[in-house]
C-alpha cells in the first residue's frame, strides 16, 4: 500500500477550513505520521509571492486569464517544491486548496472552459491527484458572512453573491463526479462536530 497521502480541502469562503486543516495535522501526528500542511495559493516562498500578486486589489481590472495563469503559476512550483518533495519522502501532504479550487473559482465563477483548464491541470499536475478531498460545504450567505467577519475582503472575496454559488455548486458536482475522491461535510452546524465528522472520514 502506498504509504503517503495527498489530502486536499476544499469549499468557498468561510467553510473553517482553515481551522479543520490544523485540526487534521494535529490528529495524524499523535498517530505518529509525518505531516506536511501547505496551502493554496501559496505554499512555498515564491508562490506566496504569486498569491499576493493575486488577491490584492487594483485599479486596473486583472484579466481573466491572468488570474488563471498566476493560479498554476504558483501551484506549479508548489508542485515541485512542496507537495512532490513530500510525498517522495514517504510524508502525508494536506493542502488547503488545490487544482479543483481553479475549476471551482476560475471555471464555474469566471466562466473559463473546461477543456482549457483541463490542458492546463495536466500540463502542470502531470499523474499527480489528491487520494481524498474534503469539501466543506455551506450555504453562500453564511459562508461570506464569516468571511466578512474577519475584517477586509481580498480581491476574490470580494466578488458577487452569484459568483459563489456558481463556485459552490461547481464543488458539488465535482464531489458527484468524482464519488471515490469526495467527501462532503456540512460545515454549517457547530465547530466541534465538524471536526468529528473530518476526522471519522479521515480514519
Ligand atoms: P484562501 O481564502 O483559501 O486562502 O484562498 C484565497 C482565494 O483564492 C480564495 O478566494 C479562493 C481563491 N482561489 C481561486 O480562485 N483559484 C484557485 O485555484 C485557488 C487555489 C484559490
Redesign the pocket.
Known amino acids: 500500500m502506498k504509504k503517503s497521502k495527498f489530502i486536499t480541502i476544499e469549499g468557498i469562503?468561510g467553510t473553517g477550513?482553515s481551522t479543520v486543516v490544523q485540526y487534521i495535522r494535529d490528529h495524524l501526528q499523535r498517530s505518529g505520521e509525518k505531516i506536511v500542511l501547505t496551502?493554496?495559493?501559496g505554499g512555498t516562498e515564491i508562490a506566496e509571492a504569486i498569491r499576493k500578486v493575486i488577491?490584492r486589489h487594483y485599479k486596473e481590472t486583472m484579466a481573466e486569464d491572468t488570474e488563471l495563469l498566476l493560479?498554476f503559476a504558483g501551484r506549479a512550483q508548489h508542485i515541485a517544491s512542496v507537495i512532490r518533495p513530500a510525498l517522495e519522502a514517504g510524508k502525508t501532504v494536506i493542502s488547503?486548496?488545490?487544482t479543483d479550487?481553479?475549476f471551482a473559482?476560475?471555471g464555474a465563477g469566471r466562466g473559463i472552459s473546461v477543456e482549457r483548464l483541463k490542458v492546463l491541470s495536466h500540463w502542470v499536475l502531470k499523474d499527480l491527484k489528491p487520494d481524498l478531498t474534503i469539501l466543506l460545504d455551506v450555504p453562500v450567505e453564511v459562508g461570506l458572512a464569516r468571511a466578512k467577519g474577519r475584517g477586509t475582503l481580498d480581491r476574490?472575496?470580494s466578488e458577487t453573491i452569484e459568483f459563489f454559488e456558481r463556485v459552490r455548486q461547481c464543488y458539488l458536482d465535482l464531489a458527484k463526479q468524482f464519488p471515490e475522491q469526495y467527501r462532503i461535510v456540512d460545515a454549517n452546524q457547530p465547530l466541534d462536530a465538524v471536526k468529528q465528522q473530518v476526522i471519522s472520514i479521515i480514519q
Open positions: 469562503e477550513k496551502r493554496e495559493p488577491l493560479y488547503d486548496r488545490f479550487a481553479s473559482y476560475q476574490i472575496e
